[in-house]
């Protein structure tokens, strides 16, 4: 029987040990080669930062040059293990102000969310940055694991300290599901084994909380998506249509409508990388032969053809502002951005810069003087050409956009469809 797939992120203040936890997940896992642990154990002489004969399982994520000198993370790492329960993806992200941009884009495929504390610093501006952007891009389950407890003696009144703000902070987000873990990365407290110190602790280490989150299946009831990515077309005899599929089931024989022709046909074969299927379902990349000749090209869309998407010039969205430089408001009216949606990219300006949200209230603020990196806000943007979109919270692939600066060609913002 095939095992289901949990996607989770470590993220966090910086320096509360997001990539020590991960090492040492991966080493009381032993899902660290052999060879591996030998590398790491060498640099550990050279970059590490846990002491003279102490491996540095940090490194096993840390693999930039300038990660080590710093002993911080700076872009997003992916770690691959599984065990007899499940199988596991994780994004290990940085938790530097400036390098927010990496931490969103490692938590956008994610269904959970490990949010790391400092037990000696407690409940921080990044920490509820972090977990806001986590939120935003869909999380529901968050794991708000208590970090560092040998270094304050394993206290539970620490624990529940910290606890207890971050309830009240999380109140705020509606957070279907949120677990409090103390542990020790550094010592292995609580990670995969449950620790001796902190008997006071009557819950299931992070490993096996993990085990047992609840993955949603894919939703074969909602309506598919499927953004072409790209039209294969290596003989005379046939022409495919590639793309993963965002959402819903794509079935042999049924009807599709691609847009924005509005065109429509039938799936005459769904090709894999391991063969021909009847059908296939998201979040799987397929390629499409269609009884027709229709003229389909990058940046069209297959949809059910009962609830399609809708088209529209104006969106609504929350906006992470990530460009280091401000975004002012007495300018907004002549910026201009390029909004690429999918595998569609379309002109686009902002129409209205609705509000900001204070990160450490959660209140709803005006900006007068525009955004700066990592403000979190709604706006409203007008498209030179209209998009199919969804809203976000019922279909991330199709709801979600990056804004990139007309004249400069950097990614400025990150956008959920409201």
Known sequence: MSQDLLRFLTCGSVDDGKSTLIGRLLHDSQAIYEDQLASVTRDSARFGTTGEGTVDLALLTDGLKAER?????????????????????????????????????????????????????????????????????????????????????????????????????????????????????LQGDNVVIKSDHMSWYLGPPLLTCLETIPIAGPDAAAGLRLPIQYVIRPTLDFRGLAGTIASGRLQTGEEIVALPSGRRSRVKAIVTYEGERESAVAPMAVTVTLEDEIDVSRGDWFADPVHPPRATRNIEASLCWLSSELLDARAVAAARFVLKHTARSVKAKLLSLNYRVDINTLERQAAPAGLAMNDIACVGLSLAQPLFVDPYVLNRATGSFILIDEVTNQTVAAGMIE
């Open 69 to 185: 000198e710093q002993g911080i993370t700076i872009d997003v790492a992916y770690r691959y293990f599984s065990t007899d329960r499940r199988k596991f993806i994780i994004a290990d992200t940085p938790g530097h102000e400036q390098y927010t941009r990496n931490m969103a884009t490692g938590a956008s495929r994610c269904q959970c969310a490990i949010i790391l504390v400092d037990a000696r610093r407690g409940v921080l501006t990044q920490t509820r940055r972090h977990s806001f952007i986590a939120r935003l891009l869909g999380i529901d389950h968050f794991v708000v694991a208590i970090n560092k407890m040998d270094l304050v003696n394993y206290a539970p009144e620490v624990f529940e300290r910290i606890r207890t703000e971050y309830a009240a902070f999380a109140a705020g987000l509606d957070i279907p599901d949120v677990r409090f873990i103390p542990i020790s990365a």
